[in-house]
């Protein structure tokens, strides 16, 4: 059974920093690329930030590089987003999601649409 269970949200002034994490199970975590989106409410699901399954390759929205950088722990099954210099437009709802690593090319990464599994999400509120 599939899992991914992401923790670490929570209320952040501005400017500060706030790490997530994203725990996998239920499937070979190395051959599948992570990425992370995030949702408000009534907007679109936003790209963020993706990794591939084993880490060297990594891709970012504009609106965050340079501000948040993404990983991964191959050995204990989890991706992590680090998010500095957080704005109160960052706020959202954050979401895991994780896609087999020999299917995505280029601008695929970008796309939820790729992703086989999501996880429940986890509010982040950025305050001014």
């Known amino acids: 059974q599939v899992q991914l269970v992401e923790s670490g949200g929570g209320l952040v002034q501005a400017r500060g920093s706030l790490s997530l994490s994203c725990a996998a199970s239920?499937?070979?975590?190395?051959?599948?690329?992570m990425g992370w989106f995030r949702q408000d409410p009534g907007k679109a699901r936003e790209f963020v930030a993706a990794?591939?399954?084993?880490?060297?390759?990594?891709y970012y929205s504009d609106s965050v590089k340079g501000r948040f950088t993404i990983s991964r722990d191959n050995a204990k099954n989890t991706a992590y987003l680090q998010m500095s210099s957080l704005k109160p437009e960052d706020t959202a709802v954050y979401y895991c999601?994780?896609?087999?690593?020999?299917?995505?090319?280029?601008?695929?990464?970008?796309?939820?649409?790729?992703?086989?599994?999501w996880g429940q999400g986890t509010q982040v509120t950025v305050s001014s």
């Open positions: 999601a994780a896609v087999e690593d020999r299917r995505m090319y280029g601008s695929s990464w970008f796309r939820d649409e790729y992703y086989d599994y």
């Open positions: 239920g499937f070979r975590f190395s051959s599948y690329g």
């Open positions: 990794v591939s399954g084993g880490g060297s390759s990594t």
